[in-house]
């Protein structure tokens, strides 16, 4: 089907599935940068299926890196900046799409070449921030202009190595402009200081551990995404049951592998079987409390569930949620006031206190930003109560191709 601009019919019928989930874009983005620096016949495999991680490796191409790709593996036969010597252009240009890890690992991998590259990305990728990457390389002597010939970013290196120099990092907005820096210089010794750590330091763990387990290894495996998990299992959870056959066990590595446990202190019934991770309605689950610094990508999912569990739940500490594909605060307030869900936000601590209700509300037609959680979450929603219609429905391409069909 294609989903592009269109709506997509929600019916409110139970979940009663067993799923193979799709595999982690995040691991698959920085294993990707890994394999673009090593060559070598560095193999990665299980690569996810997610429009970002497809564009990562057509932007690889197009500056020089020759794939073998074969089902869901990819061997790297040459190396980034070596591979420069195989293209003509001096200009390249790059359509890098919408995706932060996209765009953020390419532009720290690309500076250390000599050539010109002019990002071209999709979306409001272009309205979300980028100086606390920009600066740093800058700081390497490379040349970068903004908004110049239509192009978002140009950017021409070679980044200026110096063992004795420290680059400093600011992760206030983003932890990506962290993994960016250290997928992309990490066969180079100069020291990178990260300051201002104010969320989703997991993922500078997933980054430093990645890099760790391909130190010494020329393959990568990619875990299942369990940012992908939460929605089957959230919906299971309310309304059926399901059973995730591919995913044994929990990845230390994901913060979005929190859900599982934030679910199980809530009483859900979850658990780990030999033959997958189950979930099921078979349990009342109370109101609950998160700090979401850590996990951002999944309040839109908890939001859903404190929405439909009876009782006050708290997600706070979000601001984190105002430079993603959308200022997702203001899309879940949003959804939220669409469906009827009394709630109370309170901005000076971006916290969100959701009373929630086990009635259905009417059907609706449900219009989020064009953001993939949102639009996944959305669809919660809807199937959860009386059903309607979702906008943007193609927008889950970005990082769950099969969502619908998954979930139907």
Not at 72 to 97: H, Q, R, W, Y
Request: net charge neutral; with cysteine.
């Amino acid at each position: 089907m294609n989903l592009k601009n269109s709506l997509y019919k929600v019916s409110p019928t139970p979940f009663l599935k067993e799923i193979l989930l799709p595999t982690s874009k995040s691991h698959s983005n920085r294993a990707l940068i890994i394999g673009a620096t090593r060559g070598n016949g560095f193999r990665v495999d299980n690569l996810a299926t997610s429009t970002d991680v497809n564009t990562m490796l057509s932007c690889l191409e197009a500056v020089g890196i020759k794939l073998i790709r074969n089902q869901d593996s990819v061997t790297f036969l040459n190396s980034f900046p070596a591979c420069e010597v195989e293209t003509s252009k001096d200009v390249i240009d790059l359509k890098t799409g919408d995706g932060g890890t996209t765009n953020r690992f390419l532009l720290a991998l690309l500076s250390r070449g000599q050539k010109t590259y002019r990002f071209f990305p999709s979306e409001k990728m272009s309205e979300r921030p980028i100086d606390d990457l920009l600066y740093p390389l800058k700081e390497l002597n490379v040349k970068i202009e903004n908004n110049k010939n239509e192009a978002w970013v140009e950017l021409t290196g070679p980044a200026q190595m110096d063992h004795t120099k420290k680059i400093v990092i600011d992760c206030k907005v983003s932890t990506q402009f962290a993994s960016a820096m250290l997928l992309s210089f990490s066969n180079h010794e100069f020291e990178i200081e990260l300051k201002n750590i104010r969320a989703s330091e997991t993922y500078i763990t997933m980054t430093k551990a990645i890099l760790t387990m391909t130190k010494n290894a020329n393959s990568f495996l990619v875990p299942v995404d369990f940012s992908c998990l939460s929605y089957p299992v959230a919906f299971a959870l309310l309304n059926g049951s399901v059973l995730i056959k591919n995913c044994l066990s929990l990845d230390p590595l994901q913060a979005d592998g929190a859900f599982i446990e934030l679910m199980q202190n809530a009483g859900g019934d979850i658990e780990w079987t030999p033959n997958g991770l189950r979930a099921s309605s078979k349990n009342t689950l109370s109101s609950f409390s998160v700090d979401g610094a850590q996990f951002p990508d999944l309040i839109p999912t908890l939001a859903f569930m404190a929405a439909h569990i009876e009782g006050e739940s708290v997600l706070s500490n979000l601001s984190v949620l105002r430079h993603k594909e959308s200022d997702r605060i203001e899309e879940i307030l949003s959804i939220l006031k669409n469906l009827g869900i009394d709630f109370q936000f309170i901005p000076n601590r971006d916290e969100i206190r959701i009373q929630g209700k086990i009635e259905r509300n009417p059907e609706v037609t449900l219009v989020t930003a064009r953001d993939h959680r949102m639009v996944m979450t959305g669809y919660l929603f809807l199937r959860k109560n009386s059903g309607g219609w979702l906008a943007h429905s193609d927008c889950v391409e970005k990082s769950f191709p099969d969502f619908f069909k998954l979930m139907e």
